[in-house]
């Protein structure tokens, strides 16, 4: 079946470093993927998605990068704050039978 | 605007008793879909509907049913409830299928 994996369960960065975030999926036809961020007592917050016709697609300090041919996308974090720091998933959301798919994401350690 | 709305917040149960969490999205979203999160997992899907029917179903025993009424709120019911159960349960709520989907804060669910 389907599955998203993370690469690293957790990340710690420096306050003001850019943070690298890394995603992989194993559905050739994921048309769209959109990553997360969780915070603890919260559900998960819409940061940025793509759909597979980009490769790239730029937020407010937040970019993700999508690759098909290797079947990775990547969450890549300006300058990362404090207010950063949560679990962050990816998940590839179904567009025809309604299945998502999500992994089991990175925890993001900003220390000041 | 009000984001997804879900009640109650935390509920605790025994075995084999029998649940209904409830969900309101966002104003104007016609898709709800049901998510299990377990601690330290990513969230797992449950059920999608959109228009009042079921879009997508995920690998959950038929103890586990939903509904979605003419107004979109939508209900998940568990019945049988087995320890495992315990878990937090998240409604996300979207325009449609391949359409962000945007999550509420759950339902601690607590199964003693």
């Known amino acids: 079946g389907e599955s998203v994996g993370l690469h690293l369960p957790t990340l710690s960065v420096q306050e003001g470093d850019n943070s690298i975030i890394n995603c992989a999926y194993s559905?050739?036809?994921?048309?769209?993927f959109i990553w997360y961020k969780q915070e603890s007592g919260k559900g998960p917050q819409f940061i940025i998605d793509?759909?597979?016709?980009?490769d790239k697609r730029q937020g407010q300090r937040v970019t993700v990068l999508l690759n098909k041919t290797v079947k990775h996308l990547s969450l890549q974090i300006a300058a990362t704050q404090p207010g950063d720091s949560a679990v962050y998933f990816c998940?590839?959301?179904?567009?025809?039978?309604?299945?998502?798919?999500f992994g089991d994401g990175t925890t993001l350690t900003v220390k000041p | 605007d009000a984001g997804v709305t879900q009640s109650p917040t935390h509920l605790i149960k025994t075995r084999g008793q029998h649940v209904t969490l409830r969900c309101s999205p966002i104003s104007g979203h016609k898709s709800v879909s049901w998510y299990q999160q377990v601690l330290g997992q990513g969230p797992q899907f449950i059920f999608q509907?959109?228009?009042?029917?079921?879009?997508g179903r995920g690998n959950f025993p038929d103890r586990f049913s939903a509904r979605q009424f003419p107004n979109y709120s939508s209900e998940l019911n568990v019945n049988a409830l087995l320890l495992g159960d315990s878990a937090l349960y998240l409604c996300?709520?979207?325009?449609?299928?391949?359409?962000?989907?945007?999550f509420g804060d759950g339902t601690r669910l607590s199964i003693l």
């Open positions: 998940a590839e959301i179904g567009t025809n039978a309604g299945k998502s798919t």
């Open positions: 559905n050739s036809a994921s048309d769209y």
């Open positions: 996300a709520s979207s325009l449609g299928s391949g359409q962000p989907q945007h």
């Open positions: 509907y959109y228009e009042k029917e079921e879009r």
């Open positions: 793509i759909r597979s016709n980009m």
